[in-house]
């Protein structure tokens, strides 16, 4: 078993998540923000990849009060659970992420990350050890869903987008398209990684929504199930 995965990212015109140097860019407005929170406070959990720690090192809480009290009223704790994939524990001791806010923190490591670092970890966040040189993410989804979690946001970056999306691991899909061009042939895009080949099957989805919001648009997908 594993949870409900749905993937919310922002991305300019041309497919970019940020600038080539890899520094995060406004891409949506308070209106589209407000739907992120939202979508957190819905979900069980919210995950990202090392390389979105290092680059932009976000604490991954909901922020509106009135969400925080909402999700208490149901039980569930006033934050979502924070997962960082981390296959070799490069994470800094010190990120927002295992810090800011209460709940549950989740490391996700392989076996060839150094003993030292993850026992470091432990005095912060609970440690999954899945794959042997990098993070196996099936097995993670397994061990998150016997941590509880049912629904799973992942908000990036696109090389942990395109791992899970390349294993069949995700349901739905959201993405901001925002009203500018950055460009750069080595910018980060939704999707990275090695890619899929003309031989293999694609990841089809299925458009279940188009909306119009502030100066760009909201795309929502359902991944199609492969045969």
Known sequence: ???????????????????????????????????????????????????????????????????????????????????????????????AVLHRGDGLRVVAVSEAAPGEKRAALEEFATVVVAGRDRVDLALLLERLYSLGIRRLMVEGGGTLIAGLAKAGLVDELYVYVGNMIIGGSTAPTLADGDGLSAAEPFVRLALASVTPCEEGVLLHWRVEKRE
């Open 1 to 95: 078993m594993r949870p409900h995965v749905f993937v919310n990212a922002a991305m300019s015109a041309d497919g970019k998540l940020s600038t080539y140097e890899r520094r995060q860019v406004k891409i949506s407005g308070p209106a589209d923000f407000r739907r992120v929170d939202r979508l957190r406070a819905g979900a069980d959990g919210v995950m990202v990849g090392i390389g979105t720690v290092l680059a932009d090192d976000p604490s991954l809480t909901v922020k509106d009060p009135a969400l925080v009290a909402s999700r208490e009223v149901d039980g569930r704790g006033p934050q979502p659970a924070r997962i960082v994939v981390d296959s070799h524990a490069r994470i800094p001791l010190d990120a």
